[in-house]
């Protein structure tokens, strides 16, 4: 089976609907576009804003 080396997905995702606490066996690249919060990864929170880029090893837990 011939697979892809990386997809992309541009996601935009209200305040209240917001993926939960989770893991999955693929790197995670984040460029934040706009807006601000706090980021868990692993087991350390903090916050996050415009312009960061964020990458996230596989099996790691993370939640925005």
């Known amino acids: 089976m011939n697979r892809p080396g990386f997809t992309f997905d541009d996601v935009s995702v209200s305040p209240?609907?917001?993926?939960?606490?989770?893991?999955?066996?693929?790197w995670e690249w984040y460029l934040v576009i706009y807006g601000k919060g706090i980021r868990t990864i692993g087991d350390h929170a903090e916050p996050m804003e415009e312009g960061e880029i964020i990458l996230i090893p596989p099996n790691i837990p993370h939640v925005w």
């Open 16 to 26: 209240n609907r917001q993926i939960g606490h989770h893991s999955h066996p693929q």
